[in-house]
Each structure stands twice: as structure tokens, then as C-alpha cells.
């Protein structure tokens, strides 16, 4: 299996900035995509960014301009630069990772999230 350890979360003020990391671990055969999502209370879980392994990256329209999604292949791991925070952002934010092991197929990993809260 994939486990995987979201860190970088926590109480900013409006305008501020985070870097939130997403580190893989595990019998890990091949990445393809690592994204974030995020879900605020009472609201479904949405994309936030997404990467693949060769360099492509999309983002939601609400961060664009605003958040940066990275990743170093060689640490399995995946970052999300975010500035300019808003009290909108506040959200649990959650890695997301497309992955294959030595004896499984691709499929969808999920990090325990990590509690983004800007407020003044």
C-alpha cells in the first residue's frame, strides 16, 4: 500500500502565506498524477491543483495566480505554495495520489488532511 503524511497546515492571516507538503511512502512501483483537494465545512471536497509526472499542472480558478503546486519525483512528494490566503481558503486540505505498487494496479491514495484556517 501507499501511505501518505500531509504537513504544512495551520493559522495564517488573510494575505499570508503556506507551503502544505504531501510526502509518499511505500511499496511504490510508479506515480502518475499527485494533486491537493480541499473540502470546508458543510461543502463537498473539490480540486484545488494537479500535477502529473511529467511537468503538467492545472488549476482550480479560484487559487489561480494565487497557489503554486510542485513536485520532486525523487522524494515522492508533492508541495502546494500557497499565498495571498483567504478566509475562503480555510478548508481541510487533502493529497491526492495516483499510484501503482509492486503488486497492485493504479489507483487513488488519499493523505488524513491537513487543517488550513486563515482568519484575522
Known amino acids: 500500500q501507499v501511505q501518505l503524511v500531509e504537513s504544512g497546515g495551520g493559522l495564517v492571516q488573510p494575505g499570508g502565506s503556506l507551503r502544505l507538503s504531501c510526502a509518499a511512502s511505500g511499496s511504490i512501483f510508479r506515480i502518475n498524477a499527485m494533486d491537493w483537494y480541499r473540502q470546508a465545512p458543510g461543502k463537498k471536497r473539490e480540486l484545488v491543483a494537479a500535477s502529473t509526472s511529467d511537468g503538467n499542472t492545472n488549476y482550480a480558478d479560484f487559487v489561480k495566480g494565487r497557489f503554486t503546486i510542485s513536485r520532486d519525483n525523487a522524494k515522492n512528494t508533492v508541495y502546494l505554495q500557497m499565498n495571498s490566503l483567504k478566509p475562503e481558503d480555510t478548508a481541510v486540505y487533502y493529497c491526492?495520489?495516483?499510484?501503482?505498487?509492486?503488486?497492485?494496479?493504479?489507483?487513488?491514495?488519499w493523505g488524513q488532511g491537513t487543517q488550513v484556517t486563515v482568519s484575522s
Open positions: 491526492n495520489v495516483d499510484a501503482r505498487t509492486y503488486v497492485s494496479g493504479f489507483r487513488d491514495y
